[in-house]
């Protein structure tokens, strides 16, 4: 509940241009998706989506099934109020992704969440929680060991690629990992962290 309180009061106070992970065009994860060849009709989620407009763009791209979660309603608000009528076409979930119940995706995408979990038990929780969803690809971003320590007051987990490759070497393999330098609203540098990962061995495939 605290971290959820935390949330919903940083989106009700600020705006996007306010936050500095905000992106105008999220190149990255738009060419690592397409790149995953899956159908436009392929289940997706953006895990901390927010008020991130990579929907805005999956949406102009022709994908029809996507879900937003975010641990802040304010945030969830903020972007089906942004859509417009677009956003009957997405299915959004305010909760904590420790607390998601099981369902079925193809594609997981998260480049706001992970490095907030900062305990084993929350890394391991999460872990499980994608492992439930069946997901064939995971499109992750986190700092990277140049990243910041504290991100919205709360400190984060930095991964090289190396500790993210071995954190997930059991079930994922590695496609592709490299780091950018994010330029924040505010003209300072996040170094990111994005690897792609493909799942080894799947027996719950959606599709």
């Known amino acids: 509940m605290e971290r959820q309180k935390h949330w919903n009061k940083i989106y009700q106070e600020k705006d996007p241009d306010q936050f500095s992970w905000t992106e105008q065009i999220p190149e990255v994860s738009l060419e690592w998706i397409r790149k995953s060849d899956l159908p436009k009709s392929a289940a997706i989620i953006d895990v901390g989506g927010g008020e991130s407009k990579l929907i805005d763009f999956l949406l102009k791209e022709g994908y029809t099934n996507l879900t937003v979660l975010d641990i802040s309603e304010a945030a969830i608000q903020k972007t089906k109020k942004r859509l417009g009528k677009m956003a009957e076409k997405v299915n959004f979930i305010a909760t904590d992704i420790l607390q998601l119940e099981p369902s079925a995706y193809d594609l997981w995408h998260d480049r706001a969440t992970f490095h907030f979990l900062v ?15 069946g997901a064939r690809h995971l499109v992750l971003g986190t700092f990277s060991e140049n990243g910041p320590e504290k991100c919205s ?11 993210l490759t071995k954190l997930l070497h059991e079930k994922w393999g590695k ?13 300072t540098n996040q170094n990111f962290l994005f690897c792609h990962f493909k799942r080894i061995s799947n027996k719950n495939q959606s599709i």
């Open 153 to 163: 007051g709360l400190p984060v987990q930095r991964y090289s690629e190396e500790a």
């Open 119 to 133: 305990s084993d038990q929350e890394i391991q929780q999460y872990l499980s929680i994608l492992d439930q969803s």
């Open 175 to 187: 496609i592709k990992c490299t780091t950018k330098d994010h330029l924040t609203p505010f003209g």
